[in-house]
C-alpha cells in the first residue's frame, strides 16, 4: 500500500510521537510511506524523519491568510503521490484533507481524533458538517469514542476507536539508569513523582500542584520532576514558587532521554483535565511504573485501579493527593507488583505491533462514503 499521512506539525506531543512511531511500522511491514505536514516541524522531529529516510514534505500553511494556498498544494502534493490511503491527524489536517476528498477520492480517506476534545464548539461543528467528506473516523479511546458518536460528530455512531501504541522493548525499565539518575539528580531517599506532557490548561498543572503540595510533607520525602514545555511554563513556574515547593518540584523542560525519567521514577502522575489516550502515560507504564492519573478519557483504559495505580476525579486536588499519598504507603513489594501488572497490562494490549495490525485491518475494509466501494490490495 502507498500509506500518506497528513498533520498540522511535528512536534512534542503525543499524536505527533504515534504518528512516526505508525509510520515508521507501516514502512517495515512493506508499505511505501509520506508523511505530509502543514508547518514545518521542530527539529528534533525533522531530525527524526531525515534519519528515518522517510518522504516528507511541507506545505507552509503557517497563518489563516495561507489557507487557499496551502490547500491547492495539498491536494496536488496527495494527487502526485496518489495514495492508497490518506491519513490525517487532528483537527486541522482533519478539515483540509476532507475538503479535498470532496474532488479527488481515489483513496481511503481516515480522518484520527486524538482527544475527547479537539478544540472549541465550532471544531465540533466543522467535524458534524464535514463526516460525510472522509470514509472512516476513528479516535483513540473508548470515551472519546463515546463522545463523538453520541454528540453526532461522526454520523450513525460510526466512529471507531484505534488506541495508541508504543513500542513495550523500547520503553523497558532500566535499573541501571534508574541508580545514576538518582544519583545525579540527589534523589537517592525520595520518592520520585514524574509527570511528562505539555504545559497546557489540559493538563491542568495547576491540579497537580496543588496535590503534590498537601503530600509534599510526606515522610517519603516525595518530590516532582515536571518534564515538558508549552504555553503555561511560566504560569507553572510561578505557582510552583507561590505554594513554596521550589525545593520540590523542578521543571525539565522537554527531554529525549525519557525512558531513562521513568526508570528513575517511583511514581507517575497527571492531573489533567481531559485526554484522550496519552502515550506518556502508555510509556510510564510500560517501564513499570505504577501511576496516579485523573478518570478523564482514557486514562481508565490504562490505569486498572487497585492493580497498577489509582484514579482520581479531575479538578479535585484534595482527592488526587490522597491516591498520591496511598500509593506512597504501600509496601515496597506492593508498588513492585504495581509495577509488574503495569508492563504486562501494557504489553498485552497496546504494544505497537497490535496497534499497526489493527490499522491494517481498518485500511483493507471498504470505503464507507465512496462511491468506488473497493478494497485496498
Not at 136 to 162: F, P
Not at 170 to 189: C, E, G, H, I, L
Request: glycine share 6%; net charge neutral.
Amino acid at each position: 500500500m502507498r500509506i500518506l499521512y497528513v498533520i498540522k506539525k511535528l512536534e512534542y506531543g503525543g499524536a505527533e510521537f504515534q504518528l512516526l512511531a505508525i509510520a515508521d511500522r507501516q514502512r517495515n511491514l512493506g508499505h511505501a510511506i509520506k508523511i505530509i505536514t502543514l508547518n514545518m516541524p521542530e527539529p528534533y522531529f525533522l531530525d527524526k524523519v531525515k534519519q528515518a529516510d522517510l518522504d516528507f514534505q511541507c506545505v507552509d500553511f503557517d497563518e489563516s491568510y495561507q489557507l487557499p494556498v496551502a490547500l491547492i498544494r495539498l491536494r496536488k502534493a496527495i494527487v502526485q503521490y496518489h495514495p492508497d490511503i490518506v491519513h490525517s491527524h487532528m483537527y486541522h489536517s482533519n478539515i483540509l484533507t476532507r475538503l479535498i476528498y470532496i474532488t479527488w477520492r481515489r483513496a481511503l480517506f481516515v480522518s484520527t481524533a486524538h482527544n475527547i476534545r479537539e478544540g472549541s464548539r465550532f471544531r465540533d461543528w466543522m467535524y458534524r458538517i464535514t463526516d460525510k467528506f472522509c470514509d472512516v473516523t476513528t479516535n483513540v479511546s473508548r470515551a472519546a469514542v463515546d463522545r463523538y458518536n453520541v454528540d453526532g460528530l461522526v454520523r450513525n455512531h460510526a466512529c471507531e476507536l484505534v488506541e495508541n501504541g508504543i513500542d513495550t522493548n523500547a520503553f523497558r525499565r532500566d535499573q541501571t539508569a534508574r541508580r545514576v539518575y538518582r544519583k545525579k539528580m540527589n534523589s537517592t531517599d525520595n520518592f520520585i513523582w514524574l509527570y511528562v506532557g505539555s504545559l497546557t490548561t489540559q493538563k491542568d498543572l495547576p491540579n497537580l500542584l496543588q496535590a503534590f503540595s498537601q503530600i509534599a510533607e510526606h515522610r517519603a520525602k516525595p518530590k516532582l520532576y515536571i518534564v515538558g514545555d508549552g504555553p503555561e511554563q511560566r504560569s507553572v513556574s510561578s505557582r510552583v514558587t507561590s505554594l513554596g515547593l521550589d525545593d520540590r518540584v523542578t521543571l525539565l523542560g522537554n527531554r529525549n532521554d525519557l525512558m531513562e525519567w521513568y526508570s528513575m521514577a517511583d511514581g507517575f502522575v497527571l492531573g489533567s483535565a481531559w485526554e484522550g489516550l496519552p502515550i506518556v502515560l502508555l510509556e510510564a507504564l510500560s517501564c513499570s511504573l505504577p501511576a496516579v492519573v485523573t478518570n478523564v478519557g482514557g486514562n481508565s483504559d490504562l490505569v486498572v485501579e487497585g492493580s497498577n495505580g489509582y484514579l482520581a476525579p479531575p479538578q479535585n486536588p484534595t482527592l488526587l493527593a490522597d491516591k498520591m499519598a496511598e500509593l506512597m504507603n504501600l509496601p515496597e513489594c506492593d508498588r513492585q507488583y504495581f509495577g509488574e501488572y503495569a508492563r504486562s497490562h501494557i504489553v498485552q494490549n497496546f504494544d505497537l505491533d497490535i496497534i499497526a495490525t489493527r490499522w491494517r485491518e481498518l485500511y483493507q475494509r471498504p470505503f464507507r462514503n465512496s462511491p468506488f466501494r473497493k478494497l485496498i490490495p
